[in-house]
C-alpha cells in the first residue's frame, strides 16, 4: 500500500473525480500483471455517481471468511477496512463508504438470499461479491452455481447496481482439485457472458507466489488470509475500480468547442 499512497501525491481534477490521471502503482510485494488482477468491463452506475461529483459511493462487500477478514490480525487489516483508505484518497471530493457483510462458511446460494436484504438496508453504488471458493470446497454443483450468480447479477443491474466478482483465492493445495478447477472456470464464463468486471484472485496470488520472494500472503491454515494477503486484495481491487473508471474517462468522447459568437 505504500506504493500507492505516495502516487497520490501528484492530484489533478477528472471529470469522473479521480485524483490523478492513471491508476495507482501497487505496493512492491503485491505486484502482478494487469491480466492476472481482473477482467474488465464497465461500472456504468458508479462512474455516473462520480461524474456527478457524489460526495459519497456506497459500497458492499459481501461473500465469506476472506471478506469477513478471517485471519487479519485486526478488523482495520480485512480488504474492505484497507480499500476504503485506498478508494478514498483516490477519489477527489468523494468518500467511499464500504460496509462489510461478509459471513464465514457462506455458498453463494445463501450469499445471494441474503443479498437482497442486505442491498435493501445499505443502498449500495457497487456490490463486491466474493465467491466461489466454499462452494468448491463443498462440491456444490456448477450449474446451479453459474444459475445463482447469473441471476443475482440481472436482478441487480435491474436495480442500477454494478457488481464486482472477486473469485477464489490461490491455495497451493488445491491446484489439482478438480471442483475448484470448475468453479474458477464458471466464475470466468460468468463474468464474460455477464459483462460484469472479475478480479482474477487465484491468478494474481499465484504470481506473488511463484514470483515475489518472501512473500507468503496465507495464514497457518493455507487457506486464510494473513495481513499481506488482505493488503494485497484491497489494493488488486482498488486497481480493477480505479483502472476501470480511468479507462472509462479517456475513452469518453471530449465535449464540442462552444458555438463561436457572433
Known sequence: ???????????????????????????????APTADIA???PLPHLAERLGQKAPAIRILAIGSSSTWGVGASSRKKTYPALLRGILDSALKGTKAEIINRGVSGEVAQTTAERLRTAVALDKP???????????????VDSAGFEETLRSTISWLKASDIDVMLVGLQYA???????????????????????????????????????????ADLMSTDDLHLNDLGYECMAEHIARAVIANLFVRRRDLPKPAPPAPQP
Open 1 to 31: 500500500m505504500r506504493g500507492i499512497f505516495a502516487a497520490l501525491a501528484l492530484c489533478m481534477a477528472m471529470p469522473v473525480a479521480l485524483a490523478q490521471d492513471a491508476p495507482p502503482p501497487l505496493s512492491p510485494e503485491c505486484e
Open 39 to 41: 477482467s474488465p468491463a
Open 125 to 139: 453504488d457497487l456490490v463486491l461479491w466474493q465467491v466461489g471458493t466454499n462452494d468448491a470446497l463443498a462440491r
Open 172 to 214: 497451493p493445495k488445491f491446484v489439482r482439485d478438480d471442483s475448484y478447477l470448475t468453479i474458477r472456470e464458471t466464475l470466468k464464463k460468468v463474468a464474460v457472458a455477464e459483462n460484469v468486471l472479475y478480479v482474477r484472485r487465484y491468478d494474481a496470488m499465484q504470481f506473488i507466489a511463484r514470483h515475489q520472494n518472501g
